[in-house]
C-alpha cells in the first residue's frame, strides 16, 4: 500500500502559477520504480489525465497543458511535483497525485490517487 499526499493548491488569477506537490510513502513502493502522474477533476467531470513521468524520467502531457506545466520527480525526497505556470480558469479542478502499482511499467498505467488538492483559477 501506498499512500500519497498532494500539496500546493489554492488561488490564482489567470497567468498566475502555482507548484503543486506529492509526497509518497509506504514500505511497498520503491519510488524510483515506479511511473508517477497527475490527473484533475473539473465539476461534473470525470477524471482527466494531465501529465506523467515515467520511472525513467521521460515526461508526457495533455494538449490543454503542454508548454504550460511542467513534471518533475525528486526520487530521494520521494515526491512528484506539477508546476503550473500561464494558469486559466479552465484549469480550475481538484488535481490528483497518481502512481503506477507495477514497478518499471512503460507506457504506465495508473491504479492508486491521493486525496486531490483543489486549484482554483479567476479571470
Known amino acids: 500500500q501506498v499512500q500519497l499526499v498532494e500539496s500546493g493548491g489554492g488561488l490564482a488569477q489567470a497567468g498566475g502559477s502555482l507548484r503543486l506537490s506529492c509526497a509518497a510513502s509506504?514500505?511497498?513502493?520503491?519510488?524510483?520504480?515506479?511511473?508517477m502522474g497527475w490527473f484533475r477533476q473539473a465539476p461534473g467531470k470525470g477524471r482527466d489525465f494531465v501529465a506523467g513521468i515515467r520511472w525513467s524520467g521521460g515526461t508526457y502531457y495533455s494538449d490543454s497543458v503542454k508548454g504550460r506545466f511542467t513534471i518533475s520527480r525528486d526520487n530521494v525526497k520521494k515526491t512528484v511535483y506539477l508546476q503550473m505556470n500561464s494558469l486559466q480558469p479552465e484549469d480550475t479542478a481538484i488535481y490528483y497525485c497518481a502512481t503506477d502499482l507495477e514497478a518499471y511499467r512503460e507506457p504506465p498505467y495508473f491504479g492508486s490517487w491521493g486525496q486531490g488538492t483543489q486549484v482554483t483559477v479567476s479571470s
Open positions: 509506504g514500505p511497498g513502493h520503491i519510488f524510483s520504480r515506479y511511473a
